[in-house]
């Protein structure tokens, strides 16, 4: 466990406070990482995660003697010591060839883990494709195609959705230039083979280009610029379901306020429904008038109306209005 830090000044105090919750969490920084006994093709494929994360990754150099699924203390210390909550680790062994275990973590602690095997005859890496490459920082679109990750059930293959919308969601926008849209990423995952064998989790990028087509919307066209990588479903490691809990909690203030009352019916117009309660008419406000005033006499006789001057309006022949003042009993 990383022990408490207490802020000697004040810039180890700024950067304390960066690492604490915050309303709004900034974009998920990704740490990728290799074992020690990493192949030359995990390296490749690592590197091109990371030209895909830029500029919300950091990518380790040195070997590092990790196991996840046995301790996973080590992977807790570099999430909390370089603020990343997501992990790319590369490993490379007899028993599991070519493995990439992606990892998410929360609150300093692994949440989940995914274990994938790179099909080797069929992985192509980034620089094997030739022709221009999107540019760094780009939103890219996500298409998940298969059955598999539409299962009510969880299962490895809607762990793995989960994931890698987590992985490439970057930065949270409310409005999208479409000159920004330059990258789509593909996953698809067929069925299961009769000899009980799990389906490939098919990895693809593309780059989104646009031409002029003579008309307001122009022509999209889609080139492969890699890398290329089919998956196979290796260990899992589900999340807990108190922490998975706690990591689905949103803070006040950050959620839609519904308004109540307000609807939309076929055409498009909005209907409002107001409540009022039940009005009491004898509290009512009119016109005060002490003609009209009844007074209720104390030795219990009938109520009579006090004289008052009563106003009346006549209209004379040439159109005028005369006012006459008359007493009324």
Known sequence: MLRQIKPKNARSKRALAKQEPLIVENPKTTLLLRGTSSSSLVNDLLTDLHSL????????????????????SSLEFFSQKNDASLLVFGNNSKKRPHTLTFIRCFSGKVLDMLELHVVQDTAR???????????TGVKPLLSFSGAQFESP???????AKNLFTDFFRGQETTTVDVEGLQLLISFFAGEDAEDGQKAQIQMRCWRIITKRSGQKVPRVEVEEMGPRIDFRVGRIREAEEGMWKESLKKAK?????VKKNVET???GDKIGRIHLGRQDL???QTRKMKGLKRVRDTDGEEDVLEL?????QDEDEDG?????????A
């Not at 990754?57 to 196991?67: A, E, M, P, Q």
């Not at 005028?320 to 009324?328: F, L, S």
């Open 53 to 72: 994360k830029r500029p919300h990754s950091v990518k380790f150099t040195k070997k590092n003697d990790i196991h996840p699924f046995e301790d996973a």
């Open 125 to 135: 890496t980034l620089q094997q494709f030739k022709g221009e490459k999107c540019k």
């Open 153 to 159: 059930t969880l299962n490895a293959y809607t762990q």
């Open 253 to 257: 203030g950050t959620e839609a306020r």
């Open 265 to 267: 019916d076929i055409v």
């Open 282 to 284: 004898s509290e009512l």
């Open 308 to 312: 008052e001057d009563v106003i009346s």
């Open 320 to 328: 005028g209005v005369e006012v006459k003042r008359q007493k009324v």
